[in-house]
């Protein structure tokens, strides 16, 4: 008779561990709006599954706004390449919106088609042209921002996911720390204004 393995047991109640691990492993994020049967099946057993991922050296990060991703500090100078380009895209995208009077939280309402995209790159040229990004090349990283689950193709255009919310956080976070440094300066208007901080580029 053979003696079952120790954990087995746990194993079986993972079913979707290789499926979920190929996913993270790849860099994708997970998000409970595009693969919601592979969402409660992580959220059903989530120790279990963060157990085992620590134990593999992997840092499982599940965010209660509905993603969940394998969180790495150190980025190759290509993903590192890749995120700052989508930083830009999803920041040229969050302010058109705004200008528009559009709540930023609701991101997962908009439609983002090639006309409007065209029309945000015209907007913010200078800086867009500067990372070398023309209007299809804002095409092809909303295609990189499916691969990595930040965003999803529709017929009409892209919706965002609510991965995006890493990058939204970081925004507002800069914001804040800008109004702080402002509120700073005018209480102490002998500082020097040549002081400038340089934003860290996120991993």
């Given amino acids: 008779m053979t003696t079952p393995h120790p954990l087995t047991p746990l194993l079986a109640q993972m079913p979707a561990l290789a499926e979920l691990f190929r996913l993270f492993l790849s860099g994708k994020h997970l998000n409970r709006m595009a693969e919601p049967a592979l969402w409660a099946e992580l959220e059903q057993h989530e120790p279990a599954y963060a157990g085992l991922f620590t134990a593999l050296g992997f840092e499982l990060r599940v965010d209660a706004r509905g993603f969940a991703w394998f969180h790495s500090t150190d980025a190759s100078s290509n993903i590192g390449k890749v995120s700052r380009q989508l930083a830009l895209l999803f920041m040229v995208i ?64 892209w919706r965002l996911l609510p991965a995006v919310c890493r990058y939204l956080d970081h925004f507002e976070g800069l914001a804040a720390a800008s109004r702080d440094d402002d509120n700073e300066a005018d209480a102490a208007p002998e500082e020097s204004g040549d002081d400038v901080l340089n934003d860290e580029e996120s991993d």
């Fill in 94 to 157: 969050f302010d058109a919106k705004a200008n528009a009077g559009k709540a930023l939280q609701r991101f997962t309402d908009w439609l983002i088609d090639r006309e409007w995209l065209a029309e945000v790159h015209e907007q913010q040229k200078d800086l867009l042209d500067a990372e070398g990004l023309s209007p299809d090349g804002l095409i092809d990283l909303l295609g990189r921002a499916c691969t990595l689950g930040f965003a999803v193709a529709e017929p009409a255009g």
